[in-house]
C-alpha cells in the first residue's frame, strides 16, 4: 500500500551524478505548537521565547542567514514579555528580507475539524497582529503539520493574497507518486465556482519538515551524505531548485550554534560543487525559493482537480532508516481519522464559543448602527479574547484532540487540554454575557443582571416573571425553538413582550437527564432582537391557544409525528422502523443504531501499531449498544415537542425529539440525541451512529468540509474501513434519484457509508493502552439532527440546516421587565436563502468587514443577489459617500489589489480561458465598489466599509 522511505534510501545509492546545477534552498525554520506537551504559555517560558530572542541574534550576525516564522499567537507574547532589544530586532530583519513572516494566521491551524468561519477568524486576527505591528504580510501559507489539507484552505489563502502553500502531511501512497511524477508542485484551486480567486501553486514537502539526518563520521561524510540527498530529491521536482526545510519542532533555541554547525556542512559543498553532485547550498526565505520558481523555464506546473483535498491522510509504512527519524509510521490500515472525533467535548466547546463569538461581534455592529459612542468600558477586550481564544483552539493539536493532558517533557504546565478547557470556558463565560449585556443596552436597559443560559439554568428561583431576551445571528428571518433549563419547576407560560400574546412553549421533564427544559417557539427577522416574558411555575392558561399534534398509535403509541414527518417504532421491538413524509405520503424504511467498534490497541510503546488519539484502527469486532429490544418512554407530548426515551447497554441512552414542524427552520427533521456515559475502559473503542435506509446510493455520499463545500466520495472497497472515513462539519448524506438522508452534528465528526443505503458518523471514542490522551472520561450529550425527504430537496436544505446547528439562537434572561424597548429590528434585507452572512465586524481603526457565503445547492450554478447598500449603511463614523468594496479577507486590500498581489504561475493548461469560463458562467468578478452583488454555491466573498 505505501512505499517504504527505505526503498529512497537505495534508489539514491543508485543514482548517478547531476550534470545539471542543483541549488538547494535551507529554509530555516522552527515548528512551534500553541500548546501540545505543554500548554501555551510553558512552551512560551521554556522554548519560544529563547527561539525568537536567539533567532534574531544569530540573523544580525550573518546578512545571509534567513528564517521564516509562522504562528503569530507567540509574537502576542513578544509584545507582552517587554523585549525591546527581540522585538526591534525582528522588525529591522523583516525590513530587510531577512525574516519572513509567513502563514500570518494566529495559529497553524487544522484542516478537517475547523469551519470556515473559524479558519477565516484565526487567519485574520493574525493578520491583524502582523500588520499593526511588525509591518509584515505574508504571501505564503505553510501547514507543514495539520493532519491532511481541505479544499478550503486554497479559497482562504487566495483571498488573503497569498501565491502558494506549501503542505506536507498528504496520504503517503499519493505523495510516492508525485514524486515519481514530479507532481510535488502543481496549481491548486478550491471553491469550484470561485477558481480565480481561490487558485494557488501547492507544494508538497518531498519528506519529513525537519532537517535531514546526515550519516558520516565527520562533516565531509555528512557533505557527501547530503550531496547525494539533494541529487535523489532534485529528482522529484521540476525543476532544480529543492526546498529543503531546515529545522523541526522547536528547534533554533540556540540558534547561533545550529546555523554554525549547518554552515560547516554548507562551507563544504559550496565550495566544491562539481564533487558534490553539482550541488550548491543557500539560505532562502519562501519568497526567495518561489522567486526562483518563477524565473525558471522548467517551473510549469499541472492543475489538480478542481476540489482536490488530501484526506485521509496515512503515514509510511514501518520504517527503521535513520530517514524516518521524528517521521510517525505505522500500520498500512493506520489512517488519521480518528481524531476526526477525538476528544469530542473539547471539539464541542470550542464550536459554541466559535458561535458566541460570532455573535458578539455582530452585536458590536448593530450598537455602532444604533448606539454610537457607547462601548463598554471592557468590551473590546472581552470580544477580542474571545476571537483570540476562539482561534487558539483552531490550532492543530488542539481541536483535534491530540494534545497531552500529563507531563512528558515538563513538571509544570503540561496538561494541555485542562489549559485549553479553561481559557475557552472563561472566555465563553465573558463573551457570552457581554453579548447579554449589549442586548439589553441596545433595548434600553441598564445596570441590569443579565443570566446567560448556562447561569440561568443553575438560578434558584425566587422570582415567577423573567425577561429573556433572544436574537437572531443570521441574516434572514427565522422560526426556530429556544431551549433552556429552569431549576425546580414544572410548568410556566411565555408571552412575546413586542404582540402580547402568547407563544407555544412546553416545559419537558426528563427523568434520565435529570432535567427540566423549557421549549419556546420563536419567530425572529434577521438580525433581530426580541423579548419576552417567562411566568415561572405558572400554571397553562385553559383560554391560551395552542397548537397540538396527533400522537399515538393503534396499539398504545408506535409513532410519533411532527407535522411535517412520523418517526414509527418496530411494536415488539420498540426499534426504529420508518420514516413518513406525511405530505408526500412515503414511507422510507428507517432503522437507527448505535454502534461499539473495538479499536487495536498499540502491541508496542509505538502508539502508530493500534489505536491512538490520531488513528481509527478497529480490530473488526462489533456490538450494538441497543439490547435486542427497548422499552420506550414518552416523555413528552405537547404542543412543541414529541420526546421519547429508549435506554440503551452501559448507561447510555438515547432521546428522539420532534419539534413542530411550523416552529422550526426545517421541517422535515429530527434530533436525535445519544447520552454515552462514560465509555468502557476495558477496551479501546468508538461510538458510531449508524442509520439504515432503502436509499441506493451506490456506494456514494457526500461530506461537507469545513461547513463550506460539499464534495462526493466513494467508498473504496480495496481500503480498510478507517480508509473510507472522511471529516465532516456541516453534513454527512447520501442519495439517489429521489431521496436523501443528511446528518448534522454540531461539531467535527468523522463520517462514512459501510453499505448501501448506510450512513455513519462517529460520536466519541476512548481509547486505552500506551496513548494515555485517548483515555476520555468525557460523559457526551450529542444531538444530531437528521433530515430526511426528496434528494433535491434535502440538499437544498442541507446547508442552511447546519448553518442553524453552528449558529444558534442566543437566550439571555433578566429577573426585571422594566426595559425601555420590545424590540430591535437592525436596517438590513433579508439575505437570500442560501446566502449566508458569516460575519460582520469592526475593523481595526475604524469601519467594518463583511464575509459572505454562498451555500450548498442543488443546482451548482445559481446566483443569488446581495444588496449591500441595505447591510447596516447607518454607521455614523462613514460619510455619505462610503460604500462597501470587495476585498480581500482581512479587508485591507480591494479585489482588484488581491488579484493583483497573487503571482502567476505557468501551467500545462490554459488556467487562463478556465477563469473566463467560469467568469461567463457566472463566477464573481465583479468590481470593488458595487452595491449589489452576485453570490453563487460554495463561493466566500469579502466586502469592507471605510470611514
Known sequence: LCLCLLLCLCAQAHASTSSEAITVHFVPHSHQDAGYRETVDGYWRDSVSKTLRTTVQALKQDPSRRFVWEETIWLRYLLESGDEETINGFKELVANGQMECIGGGWVMHDEAATSLWSTANQMTIGIDLLHDHFNCRPRWAWHIDPFGHTVTSPTVFANLGFSGFVINRIPDPEKQQRKRDKQLEFIWSGARNQINDSTLLGHILDSHYSTPVLVGVNDTEKAKDFAKIALQRSNWFKTKHILVPFGNDFKFTHASSEFEEMEKITEIVNKDPSGHNNVTIRYSTLSEYFSALQNDSNAIFSPAPVGKDFFPYIACDECLSPVCANVPCGSSDAYWTGYYTSRPHQKSISAEQDAIARSLNIMQVIRDEFSPNSTAANENLVAATGKNTSGLLQHHDAITGTSFNFCTISDSDCDCVEDYNRRIASAAEDTDRVLGELKVKLLGGSGLNVFTKAAFANVSITTPTWTMVVS????????????????????????????????????????????????????????????????????????????????????????????????????????????????????????????????????????????????????????????????????????????????????????????????????????????????????????????????????????????????????????????????VVGSCSIADATSSVALIASRSVGCTSTANGKVEIMLHRRIMGFDKRGDDVNVMDDSVTVLFGGAKEVFNVAAKAYVHVLNPISAHFLSRTDITSSHLTPSIAPFPSNTHLLDVRQRDGGGRGLWVQGLTSFNTTKTQTVDLSTMLPSSPTSSPSSSWFASSLDFRFSIEETREMRWKWKTTTDTQQQGEEGQQQGEEQQPSQQTVVSVRPETLLSFALNN
Not at 445519544?674 to 442509520?691: E, I, K, Y
Open 472 to 727: 437572531n445571528p443570521l441574516a434572514w428571518e427565522v422560526n426556530d425553538v429556544v431551549a433552556f433549563d429552569v431549576v425546580g419547576t414544572t410548568t410556566a407560560q411565555v408571552k412575546d413582550k413586542t404582540t402580547g400574546k402568547y407563544v407555544p412553549s412546553q416545559l419537558v421533564v426528563d427523568p434520565q437527564r435529570g432535567t427540566e427544559t423549557l421549549y419556546v417557539a420563536v419567530s425572529l427577522k434577521q438580525l433581530q432582537i426580541a423579548t419576552f416574558e417567562v411566568f415561572i411555575g405558572v400554571e397553562e392558561d385553559n383560554d391560551k391557544e395552542e397548537e397540538t399534534i396527533s400522537f399515538g398509535g393503534t396499539s398504545g403509541w408506535t409513532t410519533v409525528s411532527n407535522g411535517a414527518i412520523k418517526v414509527s417504532f418496530d411494536s415488539h421491538t420498540g426499534k426504529m422502523s420508518g420514516w413518513v413524509d406525511i405530505a408526500k405520503d412515503v414511507i422510507h424504511s428507517f432503522a437507527l443504531d448505535h454502534i461499539y467498534r473495538y479499536e487495536r490497541i498499540p502491541n508496542t510503546t509505538d502508539i502508530f501499531t493500534g489505536s491512538n488519539v490520531y488513528d481509527f484502527t478497529p480490530n473488526g469486532k462489533t456490538r450494538s449498544i441497543w439490547p435486542s429490544t427497548v422499552t420506550p418512554s414518552l416523555v413528552a407530548s405537547g404542543p412543541l415537542v414529541q420526546q421519547v426515551n429508549i435506554p440503551l447497554e452501559a448507561g447510555a441512552f438515547f432521546s428522539l425529539i420532534l419539534l413542530n414542524s411550523t416552529h422550526i427552520p426545517v421541517a422535515k427533521s429530527a434530533q436525535f440525541r445519544l447520552n454515552t456515559g462514560v465509555l468502557p475502559s476495558s477496551s479501546s473503542g468508538s461510538v458510531v451512529m449508524s442509520v439504515s435506509t432503502d436509499i441506493d446510493n451506490d456506494d456514494v455520499f457526500f461530506t461537507d468540509s469545513n461547513a463550506f463545500q460539499r464534495l462526493k466520495r466513494t467508498r473504496n472497497s480495496s481500503l480498510p474501513l478507517s480508509g473510507n472515513y472522511y471529516p
